[in-house]
T-cell receptor, first 119, second 113 residues
Framework: NAGVTQTPKFRVLKTGQSMTLLCAQD?????MYWYRQDPGMGLRLIHY???????AKGEVPDGYNVSRLKKQNFLLGLESAAPSQTSVYFC??????????????????FGAGTRLSVL | TQLLEQSPQFLSIQEGENLTVYCNSS?????LQWYRQEPGEGPVLLVT?????EVKKLKRLTFQFGDARKDSSLHITAAQPGDTGLYLC?????????????FGQGTTLQVKP
């Protein structure tokens, strides 16, 4: 019953360093998402993917890149970290949206988060 | 601009009190969800409402979707310390088939024993 697993759980970076956050899901979900959570701002969508090999920009994509080479994995990259990217990052996955009345729509399952500090 | 406005942002009450959290928007949503998040963990879905005027109950929690599908409320009866957490509403736009959700800012609830 792993669900959605994020690694690492914590990371401290210096400005300009790069890193990759890994998200893995074992529910065979088509859709995956990366969010950042900052105090008083809820969850903001960074990038998302509707299937293996596809990615799209969300609300706050600048400074981040993503890849979905395998259906179960969704990677979030920071090429040159900045202090403004200090945040808690959450990955989520969801199953394909079904017809209204047949399948509950847009239910997302979240990982436990990655707390990133950029100094 | 925040498409979904939650109020209040912070709430501190005594055990046994009732409370209501509101989630408002000027936009119509095809469905609306409520999540609860505990410190150090990701949000966990509580309920999904899809029909205007729909009311769903989950033990002491009552969720309502507005008739026009622009707003929602979460009412907790006789709050307990275990209800403490961050409550997030999230809406899905009907025209999108990407599964994307728009989240409110969240309401931090503290229930003191």
């Amino acid at each position: 019953n792993a669900g959605v697993t994020q690694t690492p759980k914590f990371r401290v970076l210096k400005t300009g360093q790069s890193m990759t956050l890994l998200c893995a899901q074992d529910m065979n979900h088509e859709y995956m998402y990366w969010y950042r959570q900052d105090p008083g701002m809820g969850l903001r969508l960074i990038h998302y993917s509707v299937g293996e090999g596809t990615t799209a920009k969300g609300e706050v994509p600048d400074g981040y890149n993503v890849s979905r080479l395998k259906k179960q994995n969704f990677l979030l990259g920071l090429e040159s970290a900045a202090p403004s990217q200090t945040s808690v990052y959450f990955c989520a996955s969801s199953y394909v949206v079904g017809l209204a009345g047949t399948i509950a729509k847009n239910i997302q399952y979240f990982g436990a988060g990655t707390r990133l500090s950029v100094l | 601009t925040q498409l979904l406005e939650q109020s209040p942002q912070f709430l501190s009450i005594q055990e046994g009190e009732n409370l209501t959290v509101y989630c408002n928007s000027s936009s119509v949503f095809s469905s609306l969800q409520w999540y609860r998040q505990e410190p150090g963990e990701g949000p966990v879905l509580l309920v999904t409402v899809v029909t205007g005027g729909e009311v769903k109950k989950l033990k002491r929690l009552t969720f309502q979707f507005g008739d026009a599908r622009k707003d929602s409320s979460l009412h907790i009866t006789a709050a307990q310390p275990g209800d403490t957490g961050l409550y997030l509403c999230a809406g899905a736009r009907g025209s999108s088939n990407t599964g994307k959700l728009i989240f409110g800012q969240g309401t931090t609830l503290q229930v003191k024993p």
